[in-house]
């Protein structure tokens, strides 16, 4: 099975439209058809950004928010990233390197390609979710 790590900006774009990040997480995430990779430094990111205010003026965001983070929390394993990658612009984002590196994640999959120039990462792609 398939190996994936969600950049966080899947995650908020499948709980506020039905897009491409949406049938990634509702029709291969939840139901295990891949396994979704995750580290405390991720995990910790999903949490803080899917409670942030401004998400709040979409209807239901927190609600399904909490059920996704719920049903990844008990599906994903978790990796501890012993080796700390900096390599990205935006530093923040080289946890999901890091992450990929400790899982050997087949994808990490982003809306955000202007933060990750690469399209792969070891032996990890980097795609869109389109």
């Known amino acids: 099975m398939q190996k994936i790590i969600l950049d966080t900006n899947i995650i908020v774009s499948a709980l506020i439209s039905d897009s491409f990040p949406s049938k990634i997480v509702y029709d291969f995430v939840l139901p295990g058809k891949v396994i979704i990779c995750l580290s405390s430094a991720v995990w910790d990111e999903y949490v803080e950004v899917l409670n942030r205010e401004k998400f709040q003026k979409y209807r239901n965001f927190q609600i399904n928010a909490e059920i996704v983070l719920a049903k990844i929390e008990e599906i ?10 900096t390599v990205l612009k935006d530093k923040t984002d080289d946890k999901f390197l890091s992450l990929a590196l400790a899982c050997s994640a087949d994808y990490i999959i982003t809306g955000n390609i202007a933060d990750f120039p690469m399209t792969e990462f070891e032996n990890t792609k980097i795609v869109t979710p389109h």
Request: charged share 40%.
């Open 76 to 85: 994903a394993p978790k990796y501890e990233t012993k080796k700390l990658i």
